[in-house]
């Protein structure tokens, strides 16, 4: 069965700091990895997005990374701002014979503490 | 163009109303996708649109829910007889349609229906 699951769950950090958010999916045939952003009632906003060969993608203080082979992503927040509480959702695209699809995870709850 | 576009933003209905929610896309995207999401969860696809047709339903759409795109544009939900179980954010993405696969959603602020 194709999953996504995203850990932790929730995460409170101190502003300044950094955090690292966990993603592992069993999608299979797979096509790219997405990280999404969604603050709390406002739809989700794409952070990255990488294909099989990417490892590591930046934007801005988010970096994500890949390991196709383990099948894991990772999303670093570094320096972290209150305006990064917010939460952060894995999307992984695989093949089918009628096009692509996407499995969403759950998401990872991040609030960001003066 | 200010990306997509979604209403009404909050809907609060008795149970046993009928509520159409509207979306508006990107306007050079071909490629529109409805999703419902509850709380602490991730999307959960409905349907999309390619165009004017609509090319794939999720076994979440039930009888009672129907979707258009009548001229390959804006499109509309309707959600007939709502139950309490229909409350949620209902949320529209739209994209192009890329030939590898890497299209990237742009999702609307979503609309949040109420049940009562």
């Known amino acids: 069965k194709n999953q996504v699951e995203q850990s932790p769950q929730s995460l409170i950090i101190l502003e300044g700091k950094n955090c690292t958010l966990q993603?592992?999916?069993?999608?299979?045939?797979?096509?790219?990895l997405r990280w999404y952003k969604q603050d709390t009632g406002r739809g989700p906003v794409s952070l990255t997005i990488m294909t099989f060969s990417e490892n590591t993608k930046s934007n801005g203080r988010y970096t994500a990374t890949l390991d196709a082979d383990t099948k894991q992503s990772s999303l670093h927040i570094t320096a972290s701002q209150l305006s990064d509480s917010a939460s952060y959702i894995c999307v992984v695209s695989y093949y089918t014979g009628g096009g692509n699809k996407l499995t969403f995870g759950t998401g990872t709850q991040l609030k960001v503490e003066l | 163009d200010t990306g997509v576009s979604q209403n009404p933003r909050h809907k609060i209905t008795k149970r046993g109303q009928n509520v159409t929610f509207r979306c508006d896309p990107i306007s050079e995207h071909n490629r529109l996708y409805w999703y419902r999401q509850t709380l602490g969860q991730g999307p959960e696809f409905l349907t999309y649109?390619?165009?004017?047709?609509?090319?794939?339903k999720s076994r979440l759409l039930s009888d009672r829910f129907s979707a258009e795109r009548p001229k390959g544009s804006f499109s509309t939900l309707e959600i007939q007889r709502t139950e309490q179980g229909d409350s949620a954010m209902y949320l529209c993405?739209?994209?192009?349609?890329?030939?590898?696969?890497?299209?990237?959603?742009?999702f609307g602020a979503g609309s949040r229906l109420t049940v009562l």
């Open positions: 649109f390619q165009n004017e047709a609509q090319l794939e």
């Open positions: 993405a739209s994209s192009l349609r890329a030939a590898l696969g890497a299209n990237v959603l742009t």
């Open positions: 993603c592992n999916y069993t999608v299979s045939p797979f096509s790219n």
